[in-house]
């Protein structure tokens, strides 16, 4: 369902950047659950550059059952760049929902005239997908932008609307990069670290697909997945 997806960002990445892989804890990379016929699998990629340090993606196939593309891109913390957020999941073909979002780090108004704004004219061409549903395990306030897709849709709105509007954030996305304001005084890298980190925190201690992750691959496994290689910079809560 979302494999062309995938596609397309490592086209983007490999082709823009000069990559280089960046380590997954071992035993995290892959996994394969065997619930006789409910089958699934998980796979993660991980890779860094000047610009990102860390871009990672993960791809869950179990079949009709369950289809997600999951990516997170962490700028490097000499910029105050949101990070890209994907989440793309479908449960059957009838129940998909959508999320992608320029994640901002800050909040007031000069930090998203600058980085939020630029969303807008592509979100309008996109109203559909953004669907203004109700957040229940998250705060909409927090790290995500007044711009983001968040949609429960069908097949067919993901080939014909999904994917143009997918290319067009993530070229948006590197243009951004590309004339992003370098930061070098150290209480202002100091701050980018501190607000990735809070991020990571944030994002572990409510991350939805915990539940699905036991599930699949046990609850031990499901915990690593996620403090020591989805949002690695979190400690885990006790
Ligand atoms: C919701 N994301 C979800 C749900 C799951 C995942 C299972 C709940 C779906 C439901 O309501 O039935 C899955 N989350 C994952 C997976 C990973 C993960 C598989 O981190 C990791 C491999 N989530 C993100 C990112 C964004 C995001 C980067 O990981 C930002 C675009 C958004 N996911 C997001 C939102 C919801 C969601 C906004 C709805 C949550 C809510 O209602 O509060």
């Not at 993606?57 to 962490?74: H, K, L, P, R």
């Not at 980085?115 to 549903?133: C, F, G, H, S």
């Amino acid at each position: 369902m979302f494999q062309p997806f995938k596609e397309y960002l490592e086209e983007e990445l490999f082709s823009r950047f000069d990559l280089s892989s960046r380590s997954i804890p071992a035993g995290l990379e892959s996994n394969l659950s065997d619930r006789g016929k409910n089958q699934a699998t998980i796979q993660s990629w991980c890779y860094q550059c000047p610009q990102l340090r860390k871009i990672r993606y993960t791809y869950i196939d179990a079949g009709e059952t369950a289809q997600v593309f999951n990516s997170v891109m962490y700028p490097s913390h000499n910029y105050q760049m949101p990070l890209l957020g994907i989440d793309f999941l479908s449960f059957g073909k009838k129940k998909i929902l959508v999320v992608l979002d320029f994640q901002p780090l800050f909040r007031d108004r000069a930090y998203l005239d600058k980085y939020i704004e630029p969303m807008r004219t592509v979100r309008d061409k996109y109203n559909e997908l953004a669907q203004n549903l109700e957040m229940k395990f998250y705060d909409a306030n927090q790290y995500f932008s007044k711009y983001l897709l968040f949609a429960k849709t069908d097949a067919d709105t993901v080939v014909n609307r999904l994917f143009p509007a997918y290319q067009e954030y993530i070229q948006l996305y590197w243009q951004m990069l590309e004339s992003a304001e370098q930061f070098t005084a150290p209480e202002q890298v100091q701050r980018i670290i501190k607000a990735q980190q809070d991020y990571d925190q944030y994002s572990a201690d409510r991350d939805p697909a915990h539940g699905l992750f036991s599930s699949y691959f046990g609850s031990e496994w499901a915990e690593r997945f996620l403090y020591e290689f989805l949002f690695e910079d979190a400690v885990p809560l006790a």
